[in-house]
């Protein structure tokens, strides 16, 4: 079974190792370059230390790997702070956190176990993109607000929001499970209901404007 060492040099469970790899994977679909980041200075000031088989992660606190993760971090705090301009970023990392998600979760799991390893990439990768979704399709319905303000603050909420589980599974990596099961279904939630509103909206908008479509058959 694989091992994770944790806050204060003590091994992980399974569990633990997939509620850390969950919550990891799914907060890279909101922040990938911060997830990174925060990873990395926790390696880097000992807040996560390594068992053998995983010293390969310790790459994350390379400061070149840091610094790079910090200019993409800051950029995309801006960018996700101005209405459209959110969107087209998330769209073009609509491949690329899910992809940093699975390889983060791949990480986590021990190399000599090479099915666990398949599992956590698929299950990373997943959680990273549904997560993803979520937020993509969220900034898509604030977008529709003509006032200004809501972008920045539903921005800085998944800001807060980001670092402050972060730190939880950091420290408290026997509590990770729960916060991945539960981010997990927050985010097919917020999709299911999103995705209606948007529809709703739609329809509203075709009606308003007269689509032929929804208009009634001739009388001949």
Do not use: C
């Amino acid at each position: 079974m694989p091992h994770l060492g944790a806050a204060g040099g003590k091994a992980m469970g399974l569990a633990e190792i997939l509620g850390v790899a969950g919550s990891i994977s799914l907060l890279s679909g909101w922040r990938l370059y911060l997830t990174i980041l925060a990873t990395g200075v926790a390696m880097h000031f000992g807040w996560l230390p390594l068992p053998e088989h995983l010293q390969a992660l310790q790459i994350l606190a390379n400061p070149w790997v840091m610094g790079v993760a910090a200019v993409g971090t800051i950029a995309e705090f801006l960018a996700d702070k101005i209405a459209w301009i959110d969107s087209i970023w998330d769209s073009v990392h609509s491949i690329v956190r899910p992809l940093g998600g699975a390889l983060l979760a791949l990480a986590l799991v021990d190399s000599a176990d090479p099915a666990w390893q398949v599992i956590a990439f698929i299950l990373g990768g997943g959680g990273a993109l549904i997560s993803h979704s979520a937020k993509a399709t969220t900034r898509a319905v604030v977008n529709i607000s003509p006032e200004p303000y809501s972008n920045a603050a539903v921005s800085t909420g998944e800001d807060v929001a980001t670092t402050g589980l972060l730190a939880l599974v950091i420290a408290f990596p026997a509590v990770a499970i729960v916060i991945a099961l539960l981010l997990l279904i927050a985010a097919v939630l917020v999709i299911i209901a999103l995705r209606k509103l948007l529809r709703s909206v739609r329809g509203g908008l075709k009606r308003a404007l007269g689509d032929p479509a929804d208009a009634p058959p001739p009388i001949v």
